[in-house]
Each structure stands twice: as structure tokens, then as C-alpha cells.
């Protein structure tokens, strides 16, 4: 019995390493890297249609790195981060044209202010354009009270600087709104108190659309006594909330609610065209928060914010079930039954609504939670525990909504990835739309090609033998085909999803590593 275990178990690892690459993307890589010479890796923070900038760490240092669409480094150079001989903190950047926008922040302990400062460098050379400017500032006690938050516009034409100002005991929370050309020169600027309770009220971001006009997201919690009653009769004690704040000192402000489910969250696609609508998406469940049992959309008008349309799809117990083995599913409708409930999927967010060409759409999901254990040990007498931080990025889901704004399908592509005190540094997708078909990237388990619905998936081997990249293709009518990304050779790779970005020509641009060394790759699809 052992024997046969093992012997089916090496198959299968063999079998994963001998599945051919897709043949409906190919991969060109830069020159191999290392870490310790050119410094490490962190984030893109833009692209255009020639270059991809990014930033690097190196010791102290705040590297900004333009890389061309051949993978050749043009630059790589420090950002000075000292203002008359004071350190600032790096708050954003931003590539808006030809120019690199830096944002940073200074904390004053002597005057008990903050104040974010701009700072533009030339994008084709990283040469300042000018010193360090005054963008907004606020007072505050402490140096970690209130904070800055930075916001484009889709069409590239307007910036947003919110910030969120000091707590004040049971008073409204209030914000500064500045809102700034593309060229950074002033356009309005408010301060606005939320016209709720602080108890009553969550704030989630802020927007800006394509008139320079504030879009805030937020959740409006019912009073306790109503909340209790809504809690009885098995209805959600919230609505999420747009209110939009205008140059012209208006204000509107929305409820949206779909007939008393519990929505899980909501996700909003501003149109690079003031003309057209404003999407809304996201999850739904019968019994909590956290608990997924459909999906919805709306379309509101982008003038009165009102809802112009809404579809909602609930998921069927097969489509809940699909990628459960069968023993997980008896369990899963055992405790369905024992709650009196119906099946429901478990902590799934909307990442993306992609906006297609006929005026239909795509909605992106992903099951993403985190939790913590506590870990002790006695050594000599003494005992210690630490936290251990769980990082959970599993299974996608995709939502096709059709010209007319109606749920037309669903479909799942199958992963499970849990890292520990990392931040799901290696875990989630990387995602390409071209023509009709939708491409994901992530890094998975090679014994999972060869699987399907209903059988046991493993989870992801990080850094391990049986580790592969692989690349899920949805097309049109919803059908998922999965296969592996890299050629054999490169198998040992491992991709960083989170940090690929789509560029103007279609291709995609990635980062993998290997160990310390890490390579810069260009991906073409077919």
C-alpha cells in the first residue's frame, strides 16, 4: 500500500515537470540579477508605453529604476529623501506623463504639524525639476495621527491628496480634499466632516473621477437598537455609502443596498470618459459578512450617482462545491444543515472590474483572509511565544456581465496558497486581458494540471520541488484551461504576481526570482 502511494506520488511529480509549456504566451527575460549588486526588488509604482519604473532598496537607500520594454536598466539612481538636512518619509509616486511625481511627509514634534511635500523628476532621466514644494499639511499631536493618501484620476488628468486629519473623541471623522491638475497646480480644496457618527461610520477610500469631482466609499452602520432588530429578522445592519464632493461645494450621497443581503464588500470602476457609467461589484451572502453566496452588479449614472441598473446572480451548490473533494462537500452540507443554512463560500473580495469594449464586463475575485496563531516554546525554564501571521490567497472567481449589465456566467480557477509572516509576498495573480480572453498568472503546484473538479488540490509548493507557475486562460463562453507557464528549464523560477503590470501594447511585464538572483521578464500572448 505504502509502495503504491509512493510510487504514484513520484509519477505525479514527474508528470508535472513534463507538462509542456502553454503555446499561448512566450517569455523574454533580461539578464539574471543579483540582489546584493543592483539591491532589492520592490514595487512598480508606474508604466508607459516605452518603460516600467519601479524602486529598489539598497541598505538605506531609495533606488527609482526605469527599466525600457527590451529589459535594459536605463537608470537606476537614488532618491534623495533629506530636506534641509531633515529625513522624509517616502508617502507615494506616480508617473504622470513625462514626469515622476514624489510624494513625502515631515513630522514637526516643535510645532506639532505634518505636512506632505512634492518633489517632480524628469521621467526619460530622473533629474529633479525644482526642490521640495508644500502640498498640504495638518496639526497634529502625535506623528502617527491622521495621514496622507494619494489618488488619480482614470484619465490621468486630475490628483487627489486626502488627509484624513487627528481623531477627536466621539466626533465625525474630517478630511482635507486637494485636488490638483496634472501638472500639479491647484484646482479646489475643502475640509469636510462626514455627516455621520464616528461609531456609526467606516471609511473605506476615496476616488477621483474624471471631472475632478470626490468619490468617498463608505459603510453606514444602523443605530444599536435597529441594528439589533435587523439582526432578528437575518438582515444586514449596514449600506455602503458613495458621497461625492464637487468643486462647486455640493455634496451627494448614496445608499447602496441589494433587498437586505449582507453585502461582503464593494468594489468601484470609475470611466476614463466622464460620459460614461460608474460600475459597482462585489459579493453578497444570506447569514454574515464574511460568507458568499452570490454576486452582484450596478451601474449608477456618473452625473447623480443614482442606479441606473442592477443584476445579481446567486452561486448554485454545485458551483460552491466544484473544486471540494467529495468528502469536504458531505462536510461542508452536514454543517450547512446542522445551522439550517444554505452552502455559502467563505472571505472572497473583488479585485477588478475590467471594462469591456461592447459595454459589458469582468469582475475579479479572489478568496483572501489572514489569522494569527501563537507559538511557545520552554527552553531553561522560561517560556516565549511569538505570532505567527497566516496569509491565505485561494481560489479565483470570474463574472461575466453582458452588454445589457446582466450576470451572464461564473467561473473558478482552483488555487490554494498559505504563507506565514511573508505578507503574501509570492501569492495572488497577475492578470492579462487581451481581446476575448483573460489570462492568470500565479504560482501553484505542479501536481494540480493534472487535476480536476472534485479531486483533492494541493497547495502551493513555494521554492519547492514540485513548484510551477502556472497560467489559467478563461475564454469567452467561461471555459478555464490550465497549463504551465515557463519551459522546464526555467521551472525553478517563482513569480511575484502582485508586482506584474499590463503595458499599453499588450504585453505584461514580470519580476521572478530565484534565491538571491532574480530576473525581469516580457511576456507576449498569442
Request: with cysteine; proline share 3%.
Amino acid at each position: 500500500m505504502h509502495k503504491t502511494i509512493l510510487v504514484a506520488t513520484l509519477f505525479a511529480s514527474v508528470a508535472a515537470f513534463a507538462q509542456p509549456k502553454t503555446d499561448k504566451a512566450s517569455v523574454d527575460f533580461g539578464p539574471e540579477l543579483n540582489e546584493k549588486e543592483t539591491g532589492e526588488f520592490s514595487r512598480v509604482f508606474g508604466q508607459s508605453s516605452e518603460a516600467v519604473f519601479m524602486t529598489m532598496s539598497k541598505k538605506k537607500d531609495v533606488l527609482i529604476q526605469r527599466v525600457d520594454g527590451s529589459l535594459r536598466t536605463q537608470y537606476s539612481k537614488v532618491l534623495d529623501l533629506e530636506m534641509e538636512k531633515k529625513d522624509l518619509e517616502l508617502e507615494d509616486l506616480m508617473v504622470i506623463g513625462d514626469r515622476i511625481l514624489a510624494f513625502t511627509s515631515l513630522y514637526d514634534k516643535k510645532a506639532d504639524k505634518r505636512t506632505m511635500y512634492l518633489r517632480t523628476f524628469g521621467a526619460d532621466n530622473m533629474m529633479p525639476e525644482g526642490g521640495w514644494q508644500r502640498v498640504a499639511e495638518f496639526d497634529s499631536e502625535k506623528e502617527r495621527q491622521g495621514g496622507f493618501g494619494v489618488e488619480l484620476s482614470p484619465n490621468r488628468k486630475h490628483v487627489l491628496v486626502h488627509v484624513q486629519l487627528p481623531y477627536e473623541k466621539e466626533m465625525p471623522e474630517k478630511f482635507q480634499l486637494h485636488v490638483f491638475s496634472a501638472d500639479m497646480a491647484p484646482e479646489w480644496d475643502r475640509e469636510i466632516t462626514l455627516p455621520y457618527d464616528d461609531k456609526l461610520f467606516s471609511f473605506e477610500e476615496f476616488r477621483v473621477d474624471c471631472k475632478g469631482d470626490v468619490v468617498m466609499i463608505g459603510v453606514k452602520y444602523l443605530e444599536k437598537r435597529e441594528a439589533k432588530a435587523n439582526k432578528r429578522a437575518g438582515k444586514a445592519a449596514y449600506d455602503y455609502h458613495l458621497i461625492t464632493y464637487s468643486a462647486d461645494g455640493s455634496e451627494q450621497d448614496h445608499a447602496i443596498n441589494i433587498n437586505d443581503k449582507f453585502l461582503q464588500d464593494l468594489t468601484l470602476s470609475l470611466d476614463s470618459s466622464s460620459m460614461g457609467d460608474i460600475l459597482c461589484g462585489g459579493f453578497y451572502g444570506e447569514k454574515g459578512t464574511n460568507k458568499v453566496r452570490g454576486c452582484f452588479f450596478l451601474s449608477l449614472d456618473p452625473k447623480t450617482k443614482a442606479v441606473k441598473h442592477q443584476s445579481y446572480k446567486e452561486f448554485s451548490d454545485d458551483f460552491i462545491t466544484q473544486y471540494m473533494t467529495a468528502k469536504q462537500e458531505e462536510k461542508a452540507r452536514k454543517k450547512a444543515e446542522k445551522k439550517d443554512e444554505e452552502l455559502e463560500l467563505y472571505e472572497y473580495d473583488l479585485s477588478d472590474i475590467v471594462r469591456r469594449d461592447d459595454g459589458g464586463a469582468v469582475l475579479v475575485g479572489e478568496q483572501y483572509y489572514m489569522y494569527t496563531t501563537q507559538n511557545c516554546y520552554t527552553s531553561q525554564g522560561r517560556t516565549t511565544c511569538y505570532t505567527v501571521y497566516h496569509y491565505l490567497y485561494n481560489s479565483i472567481i470570474v463574472i461575466n456581465i453582458d452588454p445589457d449589465g446582466n450576470i451572464a456566467w461564473a467561473s473558478q480557477i482552483p488555487k490554494f496558497q498559505h504563507t506565514t509572516n511573508d505578507g503574501g509576498y509570492f501569492s495572488s495573480y497577475a492578470m492579462e486581458v487581451k481581446g476575448d480572453k483573460l489570462y492568470f498568472i500565479y504560482n501553484d503546484n505542479g501536481e494540480n494540471l493534472f487535476l480536476n473538479a472534485g479531486d483533492k488540490f494541493k497547495p502551493t509548493d513555494f521554492q519547492g520541488k514540485s513548484s510551477i507557475v502556472t497560467m489559467a486562460t478563461v475564454s469567452i463562453d467561461g471555459h478555464v484551461k490550465r497549463e504551465a507557464f515557463f519551459d522546464p528549464e526555467k521551472r525553478d523560477l517563482i513569480l511575484r504576481p502582485k508586482s506584474a503590470r499590463q503595458l499599453d501594447d499588450d504585453r505584461m511585464f514580470i519580476y521572478s526570482t530565484r534565491k538571491k538572483d532574480y530576473r525581469f521578464g516580457m511576456v507576449t500572448f498569442d
